[in-house]
C-alpha cells in the first residue's frame, strides 16, 4: 500500500469555522491532489500541488486553499466552513503527472452542522 | 472537456453470476480511460486502465474492460462475481495531452453482490 495518511479521518464542525486537513506521504511523490466525493457526482478535484509551493486550482477550489511546504504534506483549509462542504475529501499521490497511477488515501469525513 | 457517464447507479447481481458496468464518455480529444474500485470506508485503487493498443483490457481480480472508440465507451465486466466484489466502481477519462489535473470521474456504480 502507498503510504499516504490522512488526518482527521472524521471531524464535525460548525458553520463559519475554519477547518484543516492533512494529507501526509512517505513515497516522496512530487504530485498530490485533493478531492471531495459527494453522491451522485464521484470525485471532483479541489486543488493539486507539483512540487513544494507549487499548487493550482482544480474544478471545485472556491472555499478551500492549499498549501505544502514540504514534500510530504499537503494541506487543505477551510477558511470558514460551510454546509455544502460535508463531504469525504480524499487525497492522492502519483510520481508523474502524465504517466503512473494515482494512489489514494482512505478519506477524511468533514461534516459541517 | 470531458465528460463520462455511468449508466447504472446500482448494480445487484447474485454472486457466481456475470457482471457488467457501464460507462461512456464524451471528448472531443483522445483520452485515456480508467476504472477505479472503492470498497466501504478506503480509498480508491486503479483496477485498470487503457493507454493503448489491445482495446481489451485485463485488470485486477479478474475485471476487463473493452474500449469502444465508435461508441466511446468502457464497460467492465466480469464472468463470474464474488461477494467481496460489493464496492463502488468509478469510470474515469482523461486527455491524452493532459497529466492527472484533468482526470475526470464519473458517477459511480454501486455493485451489490448478494448471496
Known amino acids: 500500500d502507498a503510504g499516504i495518511t490522512q488526518s482527521p479521518r472524521h471531524k464535525v464542525t460548525e458553520t463559519g469555522t475554519p477547518v484543516t486537513l492533512r494529507c501526509h506521504q512517505t513515497?516522496?511523490?512530487?504530485?498530490m491532489y485533493w478531492y471531495r466525493q459527494d453522491p451522485g457526482h464521484g470525485l471532483r478535484l479541489i486543488h493539486y500541488s507539483y512540487g513544494v509551493k507549487d499548487t493550482d486550482k482544480g474544478e471545485v477550489s472556491d472555499g478551500y486553499s492549499v498549501s505544502r511546504s514540504k514534500t510530504e504534506d499537503f494541506l487543505l483549509t477551510l477558511e470558514s466552513a460551510t454546509s455544502s462542504q460535508t463531504s469525504v475529501y480524499f487525497c492522492a499521490i502519483g510520481e508523474r503527472s502524465v504517466t503512473g497511477e494515482l494512489f489514494f488515501g482512505e478519506g477524511s469525513r468533514l461534516t459541517v452542522l | 472537456a470531458q465528460s463520462v457517464t455511468q449508466l447504472d447507479s446500482q448494480v445487484p447481481v447474485f454472486e457466481e453470476a456475470p457482471v457488467e458496468l457501464r460507462c461512456n464518455y464524451s471528448?472531443?480529444?483522445?483520452?485515456?480511460l480508467f476504472w477505479y474500485v472503492q470498497y466501504p470506508n478506503q480509498g480508491l485503487q486503479l483496477l485498470l486502465k487503457y493507454l493503448s493498443g489491445s482495446t481489451l483490457v485485463k485488470g485486477i481480480n479478474g475485471f476487463e474492460a473493452e474500449f469502444n472508440k465508435s461508441q466511446t465507451s468502457f464497460h467492465l465486466r466480469k464472468p463470474s462475481v464474488h461477494i467481496s466484489d460489493t464496492a463502488e466502481y468509478f469510470c474515469?477519462?482523461?486527455?491524452?495531452?493532459?497529466?492527472?489535473?484533468?482526470?475526470?470521474f464519473g458517477a459511480g456504480t454501486r455493485l451489490a453482490v448478494h448471496p
Open positions: 471528448s472531443s480529444v483522445s483520452v485515456y
Open positions: 513515497e516522496n511523490h512530487r504530485y
Open positions: 474515469a477519462v482523461r486527455p491524452l495531452s493532459g497529466g492527472y489535473n484533468k482526470l475526470i
